[in-house]
C-alpha cells in the first residue's frame, strides 16, 4: 500500500514538477562557475589565516567512504523531506544540508528547522560573482552560493523566527522583499565549496565538472551536509521502481550548464549492494539515497534512490560545514573572542557589494595572514 500511495504521489508530483515547479537549479555558465570557485578558493584560504587554538568538536557521525552503507537518517539527524511551493529546490536542498551539517557538528544541539522564507527572501544578499538572467535566486530558480553564501556571511533563523513583510511566520512559496537583520538565534555556516571531484588539480572546474562516487561519500562522511544537481528529464512513471528512480546513466557530453532539467537534491546516504535496472536495461549495484523536496507523500517518504552514474549526480556538487557551535563554546574566553573576530573579518569582507573586489580583499587576507 505504502508503494502505491508513493506511485501516485510520484506520478501526480512529477506533472508538478515538471511542469511547474522541478527546474529550479540553474546553473551558471563555466565561466561564471569559475568565478564562483575564484571566490570560494580565497575564502578557503581566508579563513585558514583564522587563529589557531580551537580542538575538534564532538561529531555525531562517524563514517567512511568504504562502508558498503551509510544513511544519515539512522542518527536522527533528517528532517522530515517539506515541499516546495515554486521553482526553489536549491533552496531546500540547501537549507536540508544546512540543517544536518548544524547537527553533525554540534552533538547537543536540537533539531531546528531553518526558514526556506528567509532563504529564498534573501539569498540574493550573499556574494555573487556569477549574477545571469538564468540564476536570479528567486522563485524562477538559483543556484547553491545563493542560500550557502547568505548562511555562510549572515546566518539563517529558524522557521517561525524569520517573519516576512507581509507578517507570516511559515514559508509562502513566492519571493518576499528581504526582512533581514530580524534579532534571534541564527544558524551559520563555518565554509561551504564545491566537492573536491568537481574541481580539477588546479584553480578550476573540470571539463565536465561532475563528482565521482567516492569524492561524494568523502564529502558526505566529512560535512554531512551535500548537495547536487541532478538531471530528472528521465523521471518519468516507467522510471519509478518503488524507492528507486533508476532513470538513464549520466551523459558526460552533454551541455551541463544547459537550464535544461536541472534540479537540485541533498544527498543522505548510499547502498553499494542496492541493486537497479535502468530505461536503457543496463543492470548492476549501487545507489545514492536522496532527499527531495516534493513533500513526504512522494516516493520512500520523500526520499529516493538513484543508481551510481545516472541523472547527471554530482554535477556541481558542493558541501556546507556548520559552524562549531559546541567547540567555541567550550573554547578559553580570548581564544573564542579572538576567533569570532577574526572570522567576522571575513565577513565583512564578503558583505561588499563587488564580487572583483570580494576577491582582492580575501586573497590578501590569506596572503598577509593579519588575523594571526
Known sequence: MARLLGALAFAFLLT??????????????PEELDRIVAMQRATERAMSALPTGLGAAPRTIQCSPQQPSFDLRQF???????????????????????????????????????????????????????????????????????PFGYADTY????????????????YVGQKLTCMARQPGDRVSLFSWSFVRGVLDSGSGLRRTPIAATRDLKQALCDTGGVVTAIDIAAWDRSSFQGPLIAGRPTNAD????????????????????????????????????????????????????????HQSIGLVAAWAKADLVAALASAPPTVKTEILNARE???????????????????QLGRSSPLR
Open 345 to 363: 573579518v571575513v565577513r565583512a569582507v564578503k558583505r561588499q557589494g563587488d564580487p572583483a573586489k570580494i576577491i582582492r580583499d580575501l586573497e
Open 254 to 309: 552533454s551541455p551541463w550548464y544547459s537550464p535544461g532539467n536541472g534540479h537540485a537534491v541533498q544527498i543522505v546516504g548510499w547502498d553499494d549492494t542496492y541493486p537497479w535496472t535502468d530505461l536503457a536495461g543496463k543492470t548492476g549495484q549501487g545507489v545514492w539515497i536522496i532527499k527531495n523536496s516534493w513533500g513526504p507523500f512522494w516516493g520512500e517518504g520523500g526520499f529516493v534512490r538513484i543508481p551510481y552514474d
Open 76 to 146: 536522527g539527524i533528517i528532517q522530515e523531506p517539506r515541499r516546495q511551493g515554486c521553482d526553489d529546490c536549491y533552496i531546500f536542498a540547501s537549507a536540508g544540508a544546512i540543517e544536518t551539517t548544524r547537527r553533525v557538528f554540534n552533538v547537543a544541539a536540537k533539531d531546528v528547522k531553518v526558514s526556506e522564507q528567509e532563504l529564498l527572501d534573501c539569498n540574493d544578499m550573499g556574494p555573487h560573482p556569477a549574477w545571469t538572467q538564468l540564476a536570479r535566486y528567486d522563485c524562477t530558480g538559483g543556484f547553491f552560493d545563493g
Open 155 to 170: 546566518g539563517v533563523l529558524s522557521e517561525g523566527g524569520y517573519t516576512t513583510a507581509n507578517g507570516e511566520t511559515r
Open 16 to 29: 508538478q514538477g515538471t511542469q511547474g515547479w522541478g527546474q529550479g537549479l540553474r546553473v551558471p555558465s
